[in-house]
Every structure is written in C-alpha cells, then in structure tokens.
C-alpha cells in the first residue's frame, strides 16, 4: 500500500486488504461493498490529517505576518529617525504578538491531540 497516497485511494486499498483478508481474495461471502468500507476509512484518514492542515494553515498565516512586519519601511516615507524607531518598535511589538499567539494556538492543538490520542 501507497502511504502517500489520497486518503480516497489510500482507503480504497485499505478496505480491499481488509475485505480480502476476511474473505479471501475472491470476498466470497462478501455482502458489504469495498467502497463502503472504502469510505469509513477515507473519513478515518481525513479526521487524522485535519490537525495537520490546520497547523499548515496557521503556519503560512504566521509567515506572511512576520514578512509583512519584517519588510523594511520605505526610506523616502520615514526620514526621521525617532519616528523610524517607534515605527521598528512596533513592528516588533507586532511580531512578539503574533508569535505568542502562535504559540499558545499550537499549545492548544497539542493538548487537544494528546486528549485525542488512545
């Protein structure tokens, strides 16, 4: 079995193993089609991957926050260099912000796999 495979084709080969190991390979006896099973195991596949694209999600937010804030102001608009200096002050400020939140999300998410996992 392909384990990079789409959680439809995945689930697909999944439920022939399982069918064909109860039923031998000609599911003789067989009164459940492998696409049923196909589709419990896909949704299976798919609630275990969830966390990870939300994760892949925040985490592509994160960097274009932290790309925005870190690009440099352009130079004829800031000429001063104390309002040039608060102006760097908050951007930090802004990127502290966005990492802690960053991390307390990921905390969460954590703690909500840990209560998940048997």
Known sequence: MDSNAQPGQLGS????????????????????????????VSAAIRQQHAPTQEIL????????????????PVSEKVTDPNK???????????????????TETITRAKARQAGNEV
């Not at 040039?84 to 960053?102: F, M, N, W």
Request: include cysteine.
């Open 13 to 40: 080969a999944v439920a022939e193993e399982i069918l064909r190991t109860i039923y031998g390979d000609d599911f003789k006896g067989c009164t459940i089609r492998p696409e049923r099973i196909a589709e419990i």
């Open 57 to 72: 999600e925040l985490y592509e937010k994160v960097v274009e926050a932290v790309h925005l804030l870190s690009t440099p």
């Open 84 to 102: 040039l200096r608060a102006l760097l002050s908050e951007r930090l400020d802004a990127i502290h912000v966005v990492t802690a939140k960053t």
